[in-house]
């Protein structure tokens, strides 16, 4: 597994704890029910917490806390599944979150794009993936059709300053 | 994956479709793929049935030749190896509302 | 009609590019079926029985003659010389191959044409109605909303990995021929007292499995806000709609299980953030825009008595025939519009060969604006005709074997591909068809029985649109035996309705007996100016039960 963020692959500063393992030293990305039973705690240490959403776990569960939650990890339990899409844009666009979101589990490559359009700016991904790859997945369309998180402009407004540069020059 | 044959069937045989082209083809005995049904290799019983189907999966995975490999029930006739089954018949043929096309062609009488 | 601009241009080809990549990938071994699957499927790309099987998307059901000569030249050197036209007004090719699709994929970019999102869990064609700018009581061309849904659609990053996939119809006028009420997102385009654009959005109808009219969720979604309500409405399904079970995944499962009421509610609290942020709201100057390309063609004045076009239906009866089955009248004065019946008696419906093809564009070239529709029920149309040009047009299409004069009548029959064809399918439907036509073969007999809609699947998936058939018959296999089930009085209309089982199934032997029986029946019973759904929705299933199992 390696980590791609904010388009460079880097060295993972997190680590994922299961809900019976002890909480090792660092930044830890936890459960939504373990930060639902250990919240306190995990504030307490005074190291950046995460936590981790499944599938029809959906943002609202943590709204309130997003403002002391460092990351959020989206998980996808099958490329098909793709609630996560949706959560990490609520979390961007609803609830205004500026931490880390991560996407976890089974991923293709050929998602990278939506992945990163929908406001993920990390992704954890297979040991295949090399640099050229992601850049080649992101790159594979120049202008979308929508508004979406990640700013790119959409072609209607494109279009639109196309038009006005063509009134002004003509 | 499709699964078209009677439990209890005593003669099977292994089809697939061709990764590159998608044409239906049968597993013979030198390990080949052949368009034409005559020249599949026929299995009797279960046993033999799992083995030769076991021998057409590796061209689907590792040997990425063909795809959706599977066991069908055949009758040995003396107008040869028929499909059992009104499916396998349209596979081995081609279309019944276009028999010019496929390779009923070069099949006389497959649709009765 | 919409033209592409260098935005469209270069989505498609980098589109076009990717999918070669893939291919590549695929046909090396570097990807696996599994991983190349859902690739493939947002390309059209399926594996059917005999070989792979490629949908080419016809946006809202529009062509011009330039796309229609092009896909009649890839049928000719991609596959077999032959089309199959959709109940969702797309195209299918039933013989290409894998590793020639990027080729093909190629010459339809050229042309401004792709096959993307025509399968997967996605949003889909958009599809409309074939009369669109020529009936007379639209509201607005039902096409530039559509083309907007259609680039809103594209490539959507937070819905392509939906939990089915998802079909939206548009309708802009009062007789629904885009049967939005069995769509997962329905919208009827109406104007306020103020004159104002809004719509109507229905939501959660299906076929299938589970047959389920839509639920109206949106009164007068005005037309800034759509893209917003429609965004909202994805965004509901994608998190809510089940994951555990590809059978119960469609939205219309998730309208049925939480209600109309709740669905609305989650929809409206949606709407409403996604509308505060502002992002979604659709600009005047676009729908401006977009508006220009559905302008109406150059018509000219003309009376609208035809006085040569009288001369010559008094003179040839079957020219009579065509003009009184196939030919329906046109908003502009001196024009019709002509639907191209691709249901030659004993032929497979809505097929179309690459000549045909070929004709068609031809004759709308020179006598329809190069432009030609594709109806969902699986035929052609021409939707601006001059009058005095009909008996030319007429000869034309006779000379290619397009001028069958059924459209509406019993012979005039929608089926999928069934068994002769698709991996999924229980029974032939195809030859069903057929058969039925060849019964009912004489033109007196049809007229006499006037409209009666039979639609015929092949399996379950009801892509024959069998549930919503005046007379629906349902392919299944018992016992690896074909055997018929019929439903009557289905509707897919603004008066939608899902037809009733009326026994037990028929053999392939006795089905064509039975719609016989059934038409008999009708015959019988019915009153004066009642078409068979009138008379079936008067007196119910009993009789029909009644003479079909009476030897029983």
């Known amino acids: 597994m390696q980590l791609i963020k904010n388009g460079k692959f880097v060295a993972d500063e997190w680590k994922h704890v299961a809900d019976d393992e002890a909480l090792p030293e660092g930044a830890v990305i936890v459960s939504l029910q373990r930060w639902q039973k250990e919240q306190n705690l995990l504030l307490s240490r005074g190291t950046p917490v995460g936590v981790q959403l499944k599938s029809g776990e959906e943002p609202s569960l943590i709204a309130e806390h997003l403002d002391r939650l460092a990351l959020v990890a989206l998980e996808f339990p099958v490329y098909r599944n793709g609630r996560a899409f949706s959560y990490a844009r609520l979390l961007r666009e609803r609830y205004d979150y500026k931490g880390e979101v991560r996407a976890v589990g089974a991923v293709l490559r050929d998602q990278f794009y939506f992945l990163v359009r929908c406001g993920f700016d990390a992704l954890e991904v297979r040991d295949e993936i090399t640099p050229e790859i992601f850049a080649e997945s992101i790159g594979t369309f120049t202008h979308p059709y929508q508004t979406s998180t990640d700013g790119t402009e959409p072609v209607m407004s494109l279009r639109q300053r196309l038009a006005a540069q063509a009134r002004k020059a003509g | 994956m499709a699964q078209h044959t009677r439990k209890g069937a005593q003669f099977q045989a292994v089809t697939a479709n061709r990764l590159a082209d998608g044409v239906v083809v049968y597993l013979t005995p030198e390990n080949g793929w052949s368009e034409s049904l005559q020249h599949a290799e026929v299995a009797e019983g279960k046993e033999a049935g799992e083995a030769l189907l076991a021998r057409g999966q590796q061209f689907f995975e590792p040997g990425n030749l063909v795809l959706d490999v599977y066991l069908f029930e055949v009758e040995k006739t003396d107008n040869g190896i028929r499909a059992s089954s009104v499916r396998e018949t349209i596979r081995q043929a081609g279309p019944t509302v276009r028999r010019d096309l496929g390779k009923q062609a070069e099949l006389a009488g497959v649709h009765e | 009609m919409y033209r592409y601009d260098e935005f469209d241009h270069r989505l498609v080809t980098e589109r076009v590019e990717q999918f070669r990549g893939q291919v590549a990938r695929r046909l090396s071994g570097e990807l696996s079926e599994d991983e190349f699957k859902p690739l493939r499927l947002m390309n059209g790309v399926y594996l059917q029985l005999h070989a792979y099987m490629l949908r080419i998307a016809v946006p809202y059901g529009t062509l011009s003659s330039r796309q229609l000569h092009k896909l009649a030249d890839i049928a000719r050197k991609y596959d077999k010389g032959y089309g199959h036209f959709t109940t969702r007004q797309n195209l299918q090719l039933n013989w290409p191959a894998l590793k020639d699709i990027p080729a093909l994929l190629d010459e339809l970019a050229s042309v401004e044409m792709h096959c993307i999102q025509t399968s997967g869990n996605c949003i889909r064609n958009v599809t409309s109605d074939h009369y669109a700018g020529a009936a007379s009581d639209e509201v607005e061309d039902p096409r530039i909303i559509s083309e907007i849904i259609r680039q809103w659609s594209t490539f959507h990053p937070e819905f392509s990995f939906l939990p089915r996939k998802f079909k939206i119809a548009v309708c802009a006028t009062k007789n629904d021929r885009a049967a939005i009420k069995v769509h997962d997102i329905g919208i009827q385009i109406l104007k306020n007292a103020a004159g104002e654009i809004g719509y109507e959005v229905w939501v959660g109808g299906g076929l299938g499995r589970t047959p389920i009219i839509g639920k109206k969720i949106g009164d007068f979604i005005r037309r800034e806000d759509l893209l917003a309500y429609l965004e909202a409405t994805l965004r509901v399904y994608n998190m809510q709609g089940r994951r555990d079970n590809a059978y119960k995944a469609r939205i219309k499962i998730l309208v049925h299980e939480i209600g109309t009421e709740e669905m609305k509610r989650l929809v409206e609290e949606e709407f409403a953030a996604v509308k505060a942020r502002g992002a979604l709201q659709l600009p005047d100057a676009e729908v401006e825009r977009i508006k220009t390309y559905f302008a109406a063609p150059a018509f000219e004045t003309l009376p609208d008595a035809t006085p040569e076009l009288d001369a010559a239906i008094a003179r040839e009866p079957a020219f009579a025939d065509w003009v009184k089955a196939n030919v329906t009248a046109h908003r502009v004065p001196g024009y019709a519009i002509v639907n191209v019946s691709l249901k030659p008696i004993g032929k497979p419906p809505g ?202």
Request: charged share 25%; hydrophobic share 40%.
């Open chain 3, 351 to 552: 097929d179309a060969t690459s000549d045909q093809m070929d004709a068609v564009a031809d004759i709308a070239e020179k006598y329809a604006f190069s432009e030609i529709r594709v109806a969902h029920e699986q035929n052609l149309c021409l939707a601006h005709v001059r009058k005095k040009d009909l008996y030319a047009v007429w000869q034309a299409l006779s000379a290619a074997d397009l001028a069958t004069a059924n459209v509406g009548l019993i012979t005039d029959q929608i089926a999928c591909p069934g068994l002769d064809y698709c991996n999924l399918a229980n029974a032939r439907s195809i030859s069903v068809a057929e058969r039925i036509s060849e019964r009912f073969a004489d033109l007196k007999l049809q007229h006499e029985i006037g409209r009666l809609h039979i639609n015929t699947s092949g399996c379950i998936n009801a892509c024959g649109h069998h549930h919503v058939g005046h007379i629906g018959i349902l392919g299944v296999d018992k016992k690896g035996v074909e055997y018929y089930q019929v439903t009557l009085g289905g509707a897919a209309d603004e008066t939608a309705t899902v037809g009733d089982i009326v026994g037990p199934a028929f053999t392939e032997a006795e089905i064509v007996d039975a719609v016989d029986t059934i038409v008999k029946t009708y015959l019988d019973i019915r009153k004066d100016g009642e078409i068979f759904l009138d008379t079936y929705r008067r007196v119910g299933v009993q009789p029909f039960k009644e003479k079909l199992y009476a030897a029983h």
